[in-house]
């Protein structure tokens, strides 16, 4: 495959996956509308499906940079709770996941004596 039909076919991936966000997304605000007697323009569903797909997008190099930086090629736990650490809710909220799904798994919690900053960084030199 040449580097242009690699890019048109990774075009096409991208435009079947926005296409599949801008369904997800619509019916979701449909369902919200109907609820709340409101009404959504297309317009309105278009630029939410942008945002949404811009986050996705900067999301998943945040964490592949993360990964990469700790020398790993496959995101890890760890690589997300590096992610959530500006949004103390979300973090919180990821921390008591990621604890009770550990605890199933009969593994340590999250952090521990750990804690947050460079003291906690796992594997940091």
Not at 12 to 27: C, F, H, M, N, T
Not at 52 to 75: C, P
Request: charged share 30%.
């Amino acid at each position: 495959m040449t580097s242009s039909a690699g890019a048109n076919a990774e075009a096409e991936r991208d435009e079947r996956l926005k296409s599949a966000l801008w369904y997800s997304i619509g019916q979701f605000v449909d369902e919200q509308c109907l609820q709340q007697n409101l009404n959504a323009t297309p317009q309105f569903i278009g630029a939410l499906t942008e945002l949404v797909w811009t986050q996705i997008a900067n999301t998943s190099r945040d964490l592949e940079t993360f990964a990469k930086h700790a020398g790993r090629e496959v995101v890890q736990t760890e690589d997300v709770m590096l992610l959530t650490r500006r949004n103390e809710g979300l973090e919180s909220v990821m921390k008591t996941f990621v604890d009770e799904l550990r605890a199933r798994e009969g593994r340590p919690a999250v952090g521990g004596a750990k804690g947050k900053g460079k003291a906690g960084a796992k594997g940091r030199k």
